[in-house]
């Protein structure tokens, strides 16, 4: 059978990766185009002998040049075909999330087979990220076929709120910015503000103004795991953010919980919550840099917490600057373990992909020999599953969690 899109020839090396399962082909892999492509539309790829590899987005402006959206020639890319992948990705957050399907990550880009799409849900209002030029140009039909596949959920969507705000975006071609996005029944104006329950705890997400999309759904479960240790203890919740692992902790019976971040107004919004949670009374919240926090009640041989938690930003966003983003793990878990008395609790995490969980359980160990301390690990974890792992594609393999005693 014809087919109606154009094609590219890709080197043997991309074609291996692209049947081991990864859906991207860079720049210095395309051969050549067999014919004009226009860029964010879709592209036959084949290899020097002919052989058919799947259709994805083609950009000549962008290093990732194809990104590969289908490996079935029976799928024609219409509105039928991204119907049933938005369906797919609300049915699989319904099963893996059950009651939780009402704040969680709906569309996780090439996990979901959306490449460079990110949508988060709070309640009834969406929170889109696009990162790719073939999303962006598809993106009032997906929009609609994401809200018309809720609704026949019973979910009617108050607001899509768009953080355009990556410069991943410029690489592709594209401007960067956030706003509401304009369709009848949604609102043009929104406050930024809706209220949602994870854990039993209830949060304020600022959608607008926030951190990414407003609320890192990533740590839901761990959270959860985390505060199973709270009960009775002096905890240190560092990079507190709004507070969640901190709230969490303090609900589930911790004696005091100390939150330190070193931004203001994430430390105003935690405080809002514990005040919306009624947490208030065991909480205590502190703008610090964590390292300093740390080095200071080291000098003054302080052991005032049983628990620490370290829930630090990504300290690397690229495979160049790995060794410096390890010196700096490194050194914050040596400090939060030579702080822990014997038989205390740490909770330790990376969100960087490019951090390894081998990098990261190598780095721990030498913390923790720096420290003179040994590691009781209690449990190892990642994202939640509304964040899914795609074999193949180890992008989508982004956050190491560990909860260990310090013996």
């Excluded at 209830?202 to 740590?219: A, C, E, R, S």
């Excluded at 370290?310 to 939060?336: H, M, Q, W």
């Amino acid at each position: 059978m014809e087919r109606p899109f154009a094609s590219v020839t890709v080197t043997e090396k991309a074609a291996r990766s692209l049947r081991a399962g990864h859906p991207w082909v860079f720049a210095g892999e395309v051969l050549t185009p067999e014919q004009p492509c226009p860029d964010g539309e879709i592209v036959d790829v084949y290899t020097p002998k002919g052989r058919w590899q799947g259709a994805g987005f083609y950009n000549s402006r962008s290093l990732i040049r194809v990104r590969v959206v289908s490996r079935n020639t029976n799928d024609r890319m219409d509105e039928a075909f991204f119907a049933r992948r938005v369906r797919y990705a609300l049915d699989y957050r319904r099963t893996v999330m059950g009651p939780d399907f009402a704040a969680c990550r709906l569309i996780f880009g090439e996990a979901d087979g959306f490449p460079g799409w990110t949508v988060d849900r709070f309640g009834d209002v969406l929170v889109s990220e696009v990162l790719s030029l073939g999303i962006e140009r598809r993106r009032e039909l997906l929009y609609r076929l994401l809200r018309e596949a809720l609704a026949e959920l019973g979910v009617t969507v108050r607001v899509i709120y768009e953080r355009n705000e990556s410069p991943i975006r410029e690489k592709e071609g594209l401007t960067c910015g956030k706003g509401a996005y304009a369709a009848p029944g949604l609102e043009a104006d929104p406050d930024g503000h809706t209220e949602i329950t994870e854990n039993g705890v209830l949060y304020d997400v600022d959608y607008i103004n926030g951190q990414k999309t407003g609320f890192f759904l990533d740590q839901k479960y761990n959270r959860a795991a985390a505060a199973r240790l709270a009960p009775g203890r002096r905890v240190l919740d560092c990079f507190t953010h709004t507070g969640a692992f901190a709230l969490n902790c303090a609900k589930a019976g911790a004696e005091k919980v100390t939150a330190v971040d070193v931004s203001a107004d994430a430390l105003a919004q935690a405080r809002k919550n514990a005040e919306r949670n009624g947490l208030t009374d065991r909480m205590e919240f502190v703008q610090a840099d964590v390292f300093e926090l740390l080095t200071g009640l080291a000098q003054q041989h302080l052991r005032p917490y049983d628990y620490i938690i370290l829930d630090p930003p990504a300290f690397t966003k690229s495979g160049a600057t790995v060794d410096a983003a390890r010196r700096g793990y490194r050194e914050i878990n040596r400090r939060a373990m030579s702080l822990l008395p014997r038989g205390g609790y740490l909770a330790t995490c990376s969100c960087s992909h490019f951090m390894t969980d081998d990098l990261f359980r190598a780095m721990l160990a030498d913390a923790a020999g720096d420290a003179g301390v040994s590691l009781r690990q209690i449990e190892a974890r990642q994202q939640g599953p509304d964040h899914p792992i795609l074999w193949g594609v180890p992008e989508t393999d982004y956050l190491k969690f560990y909860l260990f005693q310090v013996v």
